[in-house]
């Protein structure tokens, strides 16, 4: 049985190929259990990077809780600034409001209600 979501907010988040990382902020986005999550990830370099990559992406499938899973896995690399660019592009087609992470942004947990205070007062 999946939990209900608790945070009423979309939640982007951006990586690459470096799974430690990105397991330490999945936890708190779990944590968090956002209504909505956007999951964005930039293409390899090359060969060298598929392990990464792949591990990456068995670290996102653990979503435990009921929600809007949106995923948007590139085939190329695009690099930092432009995925940067495209990942939001992508995310605020579909969510007026979305709190954005990287692989490397651990977030506190109140984090999360901040955030979303701050996103309808200043709407």
Same mark, same amino acid.
Request: hydrophobic share 35%; charged share 30%; net charge neutral.
């Given at each position: 049985? *999946?939990?209900?979501?608790? #945070?009423? @907010?979309? @939640?982007?988040? /951006?990586?690459?190929?470096?799974?430690?990382?990105?397991?330490?902020? +999945?936890?708190? @986005?779990?944590?968090?259990?956002?209504?909505? /999550?956007?999951?964005?990830?930039? %293409?390899?370099? %090359?060969?060298?990077?598929?392990?990464?990559? #792949?591990? $990456?992406?068995?670290? @996102?499938?653990?979503?435990?809780?009921? $929600?809007?899973?949106?995923?948007?896995?590139?085939?190329?690399?695009y690099g930092c600034d432009p995925s940067e660019f495209i990942s939001q592009k992508w995310a605020f087609s579909m969510a007026d409001k979305c709190i954005v992470l990287e692989d490397d942004d651990v977030?506190?947990?109140?984090? +999360?209600?901040? $955030? *979303?205070?701050?996103?309808?007062?200043?709407?």
């Open positions: 049985m *999946k939990h209900p979501f608790k #945070t009423d @907010v979309a @939640v982007l988040i /951006l990586f690459f190929n470096r799974p430690d990382h990105l397991r330490e902020v +999945f936890d708190e @986005v779990r944590r968090a259990r956002p209504s909505r /999550l956007f999951l964005y990830q930039d %293409g390899p370099r %090359g060969p060298h990077d598929m392990e990464g990559i #792949t591990a $990456c992406r068995r670290v @996102v499938e653990n979503i435990d809780w009921q $929600c809007d899973v949106q995923r948007l896995y590139q085939e190329k690399n977030p506190s947990q109140s984090f +999360f209600p901040f $955030c *979303k205070e701050l996103l309808d007062r200043y709407e």
